[in-house]
């Protein structure tokens, strides 16, 4: 008896695979559309995409993808028919989640809005499909756990990621939606600061992250090796600006690391962040300079990262008054007292007061950010100028975003005698800080400044409970890595 075996030829097998490696062997002029821009003018085209592979399913003879790229997604079918066989459709299949895939897909029209995509007007009718990363089929954490509100999965018995395990494995939670829009407003947010600044005439400078004096005083400083003897990391970079004040530069800011050697294991705490700092010389008053920070705080932009934080992390919307609204502290201290609050007149805020104030405050004039002004001298630095009316205050203010504390600024001190006189009285040594007083010898105009927390900031804004999630790799006591 004679068998004859008959095998089906693949006829589309050039058009799926896996592509040999990108080691920039060839230059093409094929143009990758972005996902984004993939709305229903793209209808009826014929383009070619790079994504991940989100999630896949088949069903029957057809394979229905998700392709992501960065926040944004969009739905692709492999169906069997003129351009896809049995094989291709298996193949499309079969490739893992998170693969970065090259695809030519034909844009349709959908009768229907597909919800669960970003672009919900349109699918991709894949003609190729070409693996061009392929990723391991054991992830350390599923996207879609990774994005799904707290809570949720509790009640419906589905996963949700905690926090270590995001932070240990960050490059996969970095790839959610709302990892992708929480990093783009930071961005925006550096970038608007840098923009109004820029536009009032400050210049930008970088200052020395290595020192040889603790810059805030006190002993929450990192010492580090340096040759045969010690440096410090710098705990911000106040010392410097105000130095650039005194060689005329007039208005300063800068973007850069602050490090704080304290042991606080706080939901708003780390070790190394990103501060927003400014200084500027002013005509009469220091609240010139409040005026101009507060210019770069108070925009309405985002919305869209907004939105697509509030889906998994839902808050209030932050509201804020223009002009800024502007307490003096001893207006704070009479609005604890009445709520029960036992507090001495140069008593600091505790973190717990800080946010009774805040819901005081929003209660009473509707709004998440405000500035506290004149606080007690005896807990500012040792550089902040005292008040001219009353010396157990200070000119010197912190700002405020939902009951917590973002920025802590003052005028300066920029006579030497007296600047002598406040370090003295803060045990500082004067001979690691002999040119800092120095710069004030020769003539130095009034002045003042602040810093700012870029992740606190970022957090508070989006209404997020851990600065964490806004530290693209943070460190605090206990987490060095990634």
């Known amino acids: 008896m004679c068998f004859v075996v008959f095998f089906l030829k693949d006829f589309a ?9 990108v080691q920039s062997q060839q230059k093409l002029d094929r143009a990758l559309v972005r996902v984004e821009d993939l709305t229903p003018h793209k209808v009826d085209q014929l383009i070619w995409l790079r994504a991940r592979v989100h999630t896949s399913r088949a069903k029957g003879k057809q394979c229905f993808l998700v392709l992501r790229q960065q926040q944004f997604n969009v739905q692709a079918l492999v169906a069997v028919g003129d351009r896809a066989s049995k094989q291709m459709v298996k193949f499309a299949a079969n490739i893992t989640k998170e693969s970065i895939v090259d695809v030519e897909a034909m844009v349709r029209k959908v009768e229907q809005k597909i919800e669960s995509c970003s672009q919900q007007d349109v699918e991709l009718h894949i003609e190729r499909i070409f ?13 879609e756990d990774a994005v799904r509100p707290d809570g949720d999965g509790e009640e419906e018995g589905r996963a949700t990621v905690n926090q270590d395990t995001r932070l240990d494995n960050r490059v996969i939670d970095l790839r959610t939606t709302t990892s992708q829009a929480i990093f783009r407003l930071q961005s925006g947010v550096c970038q608007l600061f840098r923009d109004t600044l820029t536009k009032k005439g400050f210049v ?27 440096a410090y990391l710098a705990q911000s970079p106040q010392l410097y600006k105000q130095m650039c004040i005194c060689a005329d530069f007039d208005k300063v800011f800068c973007v850069g690391p602050v ?17 927003l700092d400014i200084e500027m010389a002013f005509n009469y008053h220091y609240h010139e300079v409040i005026d101009s920070i507060t210019d770069t705080m108070v925009q309405d932009r985002y919305q869209t990262e907004i939105q697509t934080v ?34 001495g007149d140069e008593d600091d805020l505790s973190t717990p007061n800080e946010k ?23 807990v500012r630095p040792f550089y902040t100028m005292p008040d001219p009316n009353n010396p157990k205050y200070s000119n010197s203010y912190d700002m405020f975003m939902r009951g917590e504390e973002i920025l802590s600024g003052a005028q300066r001190v920029h006579d030497p005698q007296l600047l002598t006189e406040r370090a003295l009285h803060h045990q500082i040594d004067l001979e690691k800080i002999k040119s800092y007083i120095d710069s004030f ?8 400044g602040g810093g700012i927390g870029l992740e606190r900031v970022c957090m508070l804004y989006l209404g997020l ?12 006591p206990k987490r060095l890595t990634p």
């Not at 889906?311 to 002009?323: A, G, I, R, V």
Request: net charge neutral; glycine share 6%.
């Open 131 to 143: 693996v061009i990363s392929q990723a391991e089929p054991r992830l350390p954490l599923q996207l």
């Open 356 to 378: 009774l104030l805040g819901r005081l405050v929003k209660e009473k004039y509707d709004t998440d950010f405000y500035v506290l002004d004149k606080y007690p001298l005896a």
């Open 465 to 476: 409970h851990n600065v964490r999630q806004t530290s693209m790799f943070p460190r605090d």
């Open 310 to 343: 509030s889906k998994q992390f839902p808050s209030e919307p932050f509201k804020f008054l223009e002009p800024t609204l502007r307490l003096e502290y001893t207006e704070a201290l009479a609005m604890l007292r009445e709520a029960g609050v036992e507090m």
């Open 441 to 448: 010898r020769y003539g130095a105009p009034p002045h003042g």
């Open 13 to 21: 097998k050039d058009r799926y695979g896996v592509s040999a490696m």
């Open 259 to 275: 490090f704080r050697a304290e042991d606080s294991n706080t939901h708003r705490h780390l070790t190394e962040f990103v501060g």
């Open 204 to 230: 930008e400078i970088q200052t020395p992250k290595i020192i040889s004096a603790a810059s805030e005083g006190g002993a929450n400083v990192f010492t580090v090796s340096y040759f045969k003897s010690s």
